[in-house]
């Protein structure tokens, strides 16, 4: 007689529950979001702290920051090159990416470009036959870490450079040839940077933008304007005190200096989500310099509470040398630095506080 009662009270309570419940939803409906929203592969990104820039090129092998385009690519011989090294520097650093400049404003690619022959393939570096964004994005996927890439629009060696049509789409076929060549790439990185005396030229980032989306449909583009990632407007590894995700993106522009302030602080106002990126070197240079170091740690760690700490993802430039490995002294430097994190946030300082709502949705209930 036990069985079949609570079978029906258990059944029963169920239906009650059920009703109760729908009917809970029907009064309180969930409320609207306050817009705008993340995308899921923002949301991602920002997640992920801090980033890793490897600046390498010819640049590595004449001590210059700025290529003037006229490097033989018979210098570019990284003969000890190991992205397996890199890619483990950037484990070990807590780095969830890294962002290779496959090509800086000297125009020397690091991959065979099919569409130049002033890349690896001029060089004695494996024979001609090396690819050091197939490298990166090997190593880089082996250890389960995400890859990045820059492709500088000022291109001081190109010809076609200044011949606005020619040039712009010999950088969409350059382009569409990163992007269909290594698999996913997690961020695509473009600046304004162009000397005073370039030539007057008009990029065509909208359709950039258009042809990398088509391609890579969840790929995060960074510029001064976005669309997915907005620069923070300095150089130097901080946000503004206060820095929102949130900005106008119509009141941004790319390589426009009157919005660097704007960018700093983002716009609680805004009317889209462009999460701000800090980029600094954790040297003077971009480059690798044989007469530079490190930054203290009692400086990384500065500039981590300034960026990461104020809602920004730190783009930490570590440049691999000309054997093509990176340097004690900064493999050093990083695993002082992810050590002092883990140590100065090993409590967590909020995990006991008591958290009280002064309303809740459903009221009472
Ligand atoms: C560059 O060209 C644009 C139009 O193509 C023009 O508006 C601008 O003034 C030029 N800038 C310089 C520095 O010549
Ligand atoms: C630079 O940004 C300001 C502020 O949004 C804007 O008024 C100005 O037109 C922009 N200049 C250029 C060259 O886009
Ligand atoms: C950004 O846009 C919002 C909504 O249109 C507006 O209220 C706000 O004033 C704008 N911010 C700036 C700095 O123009
Ligand atoms: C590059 O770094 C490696 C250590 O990772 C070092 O053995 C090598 O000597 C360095 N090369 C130069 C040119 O400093």
Request: aromatic fraction near 14%; hydrophobic fraction near 35%; glycine fraction near 8%.
């Amino acid at each position: 007689m036990a069985q079949p009662y609570n079978s029906f009270f258990i059944s029963t309570f169920l239906i009650l529950f059920q009703l109760s419940f729908s009917w809970q939803n029907q009064v309180t409906t969930p409320p609207l979001p306050i817009l705008p929203l993340p995308s899921y592969s923002q949301l991602k990104w920002q997640q992920r702290e801090i980033i890793m820039f490897l600046h390498f090129g010819v640049n590595t092998f004449t001590d210059s920051e700025w290529g003037t385009g006229y490097e033989s690519p018979a210098i570019f011989n990284p003969k000890g090159l190991n992205a397996g090294q890199w890619a483990d520097v950037a484990a070990a650093a807590g780095v969830s990416l890294m962002i290779l400049t496959a090509k800086h404003h000297d125009g020397f690619c690091l991959w065979p470009s099919k569409y130049t022959d002033h890349s690896v393939i001029g060089s004695p570096w494996k024979n001609g036959k090396g690819d050091v964004v197939r490298e990166l994005v090997d190593a880089a996927k082996a250890r389960g870490i995400d890859t990045g890439l820059y492709l500088s629009p000022w291109d001081r060696h190109d010809p076609r450079y200044g011949h606005e049509k020619l040039y712009n789409e010999y950088y969409l076929a350059q382009l569409q040839e990163l992007l269909n060549k290594y698999g996913s790439v997690r961020e695509i990185w473009f600046d304004g940077a162009k000397g005073p005396n370039a030539p007057n030229m008009t990029y065509y980032f909208s359709d950039w933008f258009s042809m990398v989306k088509e391609l890579q449909s969840t790929i995060n583009i960074f510029s001064d304007a976005g669309p997915d990632v907005r620069w923070v407007g300095n150089e130097k590894g901080y946000a503004g005190s206060t820095c929102w995700s949130t900005i106008n993106r119509t009141s941004l522009s790319i390589g426009n200096a009157s919005i660097v302030d704007y960018l700093q602080t983002g716009d609680p106002k805004g009317t889209n989500w462009l999460p701000p990126e800090c980029d600094i070197s954790i040297r003077k240079g971009w480059f690798w310099h044989k007469s530079q170091s490190p930054k203290k740690l009692s400086k990384l760690l500065e500039i981590y509470y300034k960026s990461v700490g104020r809602n920004c993802v730190l783009l930490l430039n570590v440049p691999p040398n000309s054997s093509g490995l990176i340097s004690y002294s900064d493999v050093e430097r990083l695993k002082q630095f992810r050590g002092a994190i883990d140590v100065i946030f090993s409590s967590n300082l909020a995990g006991k506080c008591s958290v009280y709502a002064s309303s809740q949705r459903g009221g009472e209930n």
